[in-house]
């Protein structure tokens, strides 16, 4: 399946944005939808993941800030990024694994765990 982000942008410290992720289909009624993101110099990080049947999990630095959700109907995988810090600023990409593997979390690894991946927007925080 081919993945598509929108979204990103520019924005002051303490501002939101909602990333969105189109995906052409689902091709397993049991996946992993992941966003990740990747800032200049750094490695890339597993942001939030969310499975087939709902649960979700965030890294330490997006708790309580971030909250990933999607619309099933539409195909759609969302981001929503709230009182963002510059520490944000980063490529973000969002993935799939579809099938089950025994996980959906920060352990899902490009390459090895997921299957697609779109070619990412970038979000850039100003302080």
């Known amino acids: 399946a081919q993945l598509r982000e929108s979204g990103g942008a520019s924005v002051q410290a303490g501002g939101s944005l909602r990333l969105s992720c189109a995906a052409s289909r689902y091709t397993s009624s049991t996946y992993c939808m992941v966003w990740l993101r990747q800032a200049p110099g750094k490695e890339r990080e597993v942001v939030a993941t969310?499975?087939?049947?709902?649960?979700?999990t965030y890294a330490d630095s997006v708790k309580g800030r971030f909250a990933i959700s999607q619309d099933e109907g539409a195909n759609t995988l969302y981001l929503q990024m709230n009182e963002l810090k510059s520490e944000d600023t980063a490529m973000y990409y969002c993935?799939?694994?579809?099938?089950?593997?025994?996980?959906?979390?920060?352990?899902?690894?490009?390459?090895?765990?997921?299957?697609?991946w779109g070619q990412g927007t970038q979000v850039t925080v100003s302080s």
């Open positions: 993935a799939a694994r579809w099938g089950w593997i025994g996980f959906c979390d920060r352990r899902m690894t490009p390459g090895r765990d997921l299957n697609d």
């Open positions: 969310i499975e087939s049947d709902g649960p979700t």
